[in-house]
């Protein structure tokens, strides 16, 4: 089943403690990316990567990090938590419509990951 | 940046009612995607609208993506409690050195009363 597997689904910690949040799909696509979902807020992207060992920031990536070191996975990094990182986060990947204007296809999202920052 | 700005944040509906949602993006748009997001769920793709003008319908759904490429809606006819949920669209910018990028909208939420 093609899917994209986040974990763990729930998570609570203290601040400065580092974590990792892990991303894995199974599509072969080459575009990941994590966003962060807060109530009236939508949701904001934090980084994104077009392919292996290709990532960039996107929106809101301060205090987060990320590898692409296998086209499956794509980690999300807290070196160092702190309350305002407390939110949902997601995963999500597609594949890229190739040429000179290389596109997105849809998004498929992972389940969720729902982090508390004490 | 691009901006994508989404309206009524929440809508509350009698089932049955009718409900629409408006995605109006500050730059041109290459193509727009509309995603539903169940409650506790995560977001799960609906449609995607790539012509000027564009209108799709997915049974009681209506998309339309505007004219000018920059603004797009979503039409539920005769809403069900099934409709509950957070309804997204994301703009994928046309131009300049962000071509492809996705931006969501805030997302209107929509509760739909038996």
């Known amino acids: 089943e093609a899917q994209v597997t986040q974990n763990p689904r729930y998570l609570i910690t203290v601040t400065g403690k580092k974590l990792t949040v892990t991303c894995s799909q199974n599509m072969n696509h080459e575009y990941m990316s994590w966003y962060r979902q807060d109530p009236g807020l939508g949701l904001r992207q934090i980084y994104y990567?077009?392919?292996?060992?290709?990532?960039d920031k996107g929106d809101v990536p301060e205090g987060y990090k990320v590898s692409r070191k296998e086209k499956r996975n794509f980690p999300l990094i807290l070196e160092s938590p702190s309350p305002n990182q407390t939110s949902l986060y997601f995963c999500?990947?597609?594949?890229?419509?190739?040429?000179?204007?290389?596109?997105?296809?849809?998004?498929?999202f992972g389940s969720g990951t729902q982090l508390s920052v004490l | 940046g691009q901006q994508v700005m989404q309206i009524p944040q929440y809508q509350h509906v009698q089932e049955g009612e009718d409900f629409t949602t408006y995605c109006n993006s500050s730059t041109t748009l290459s193509n727009i995607q509309w995603y539903k997001q169940r409650p506790g769920g995560h977001p799960v793709f609906l449609i995607q609208l790539v012509k000027s003008g564009e209108v799709k319908k997915q049974k009681r759904l209506t998309f339309q993506f505007g004219e000018a490429k920059k603004n797009s809606s979503l039409h539920i006819t005769a809403t069900q409690t099934t409709d509950v949920g957070t309804y997204f669209c994301?703009?994928?910018?046309?131009?300049?050195?962000?071509?492809?990028?996705?931006?969501f909208g805030q997302g209107t939420i929509l509760t739909v009363h038996p």
């Open positions: 994301a703009g994928l910018n046309a131009g300049g050195t962000s071509y492809g990028k996705l931006t």
């Open positions: 999500a990947s597609s594949s890229r419509r190739q040429g000179a204007r290389a596109t997105n296809e849809k998004l498929f």
């Open positions: 990567s077009m392919n292996v060992e290709v990532t």
